[in-house]
């Protein structure tokens, strides 16, 4: 494949975290973004826009599987997922939602090369709540449990209050609204026994919504189904929690507890760990029990249970008898022969070759199913290409490639990735493709070929070496070299999915 500089307009799509007026102006630092407890990165950091937090949501969307595309003629954002599509168009606060205009509560503005838009109406149409921590600067992100819940941000005292002068909202007193609930449970104190314990004093029954465990820092979060707190404990939270420190504990830092969602009300306790935890719940009238020990003490034990985990820790593959579906993309072909090599082959011969060892490796392999983009000498455009994988919902796409440039004595393997959510697949095939070809390491790189950045799987492009190059050339257009690299992706793709 033939270098280029590919020169793309990157795009985030921003959202707010409703600061109260004057108070985002005094945030210094820049907010880090987790969804479901992993960190997102983005080329753009989040600030603050008329009193707004804004920060990229194209690492988010590309987290939950979502599409981004940009019309450039119209200033068009599109986001798309498996329901329909959002369209936002630049200097207007309408949005086009599955067909149906819905109104922002502010424009999106395109700043930079990159889109902003309200969170507000992003968490409304992606279903997610957020969590605050002021402390580190941090907005967790996790996918909805029923009903929207409304959130806090830096400078507000309750959670679920809603934003100061947002058009239809009432916020509430401290416990106003707790007493129109459907509570079974209310919390009167959460205490910790000086051992690994911690103790839940309530009334009514209370049980247990989800438990999760969210990294960076360690966390574990217990969410309680229809349970409040007590006016006393609402009127002592200090940004909308109450925390305790604990010293000298294995594996225990601290512990703090909030009221995380009102209607439906859910009371969230969140225990600040040094490292993976189990836990054994146990109730009696007026008290829930929480006993805590490491994950890896506790695979033994009965009734451990790790956070997120409805069985108890023991070690089981969970996708034994999973058909992970492979995309294996020939690049190339029919009237686009791709580069010449310096034999006179054509880069589009050597990509099938290799497609086909692998497919038929895969075969091979119960739990891997190949599926080839082209099994012979045609063209297939690359949108055809995304399509192909999209619609098959696959786990994997791999583009085989093989390069070439105007330098005879560049020579070396690459590996290429777009999305973050790739790099890992990319890191691991990298190593297993350097020892298949043997040729000098040219590194994994990040670009922006369109299979892999508009596929929603982790995707990769692999050029296997320098068509260009004698040496590169002899060596991957022989036999035995390409029967190699087949081996090599299958290796890849096994120690990716972690598949023995």
Known sequence: MKKFTSIMLFMSIMFTLFAGVGQAAEISKVPRLF???????????????????????????EGLGYGISWDGVTETVTVENDTGTIKLMIGTNIALVKDHFV????KAILENGTTLVPIRFIGEQFGLSFEWVAESMEVHMTKQLEETPETTEPGT????????????TDPKEPGEEEQNSEQTSIISNIGYNGMDQILIFHTGELSIDRTLTLGDPLRAVFDFKDASFSEEIIGSFAGGEIKSMIEDHAFLNGFRYSLFQKSPSIARLVLDVKEDIAYKLDTEEGLTTITLMTAKDAVNEEGMKLPGEDKPPVVVDPNADKVYHIVIDAGHGGSDPGAPSVQGTREKVFNLNVALKVKALLEKEEQLQAHLTRSD???????????????????????????????????????????ESSKGFANVMHKHML????????????????????????????????????TDAKAILSDATQNKIAAAIVAGIKEYLKLG
Do not use: C, W
């Open 103 to 106: 109104e922002m509560d502010t």
């Open 377 to 419: 000498d045609t063209f297939i455009a690359l949108n055809d290409r995304v399509k192909f994988a999209e619609d098959l919902k696959a786990d994997l796409f791999v583009s085989i490639h093989a390069n070439s440039i105007d330098r005879a004595n560049i020579t070396g393997t690459e590996t290429y990735y777009s999305r």
């Open 435 to 470: 020892e298949a070809t043997g040729l000098p390491n040219r590194y994994v790189k990040q670009a922006d070929f369109r299979v892999i950045k508009s596929t929603t799987m982790p995707a990769i492009l692999l050029e296997a070496g320098y068509l260009s190059n004698a």
């Open 157 to 168: 005292t309750e959670p679920g209050t809603t934003e100061p002068g947002a058009e239809g």
């Open 35 to 61: 969804l479901e407890g992993v960190e997102l990165k983005a080329l753009t950091d989040p600030k603050i826009v008329d009193d707004r937090t804004l920060v990229p949501v194209r690492v988010l969307a």
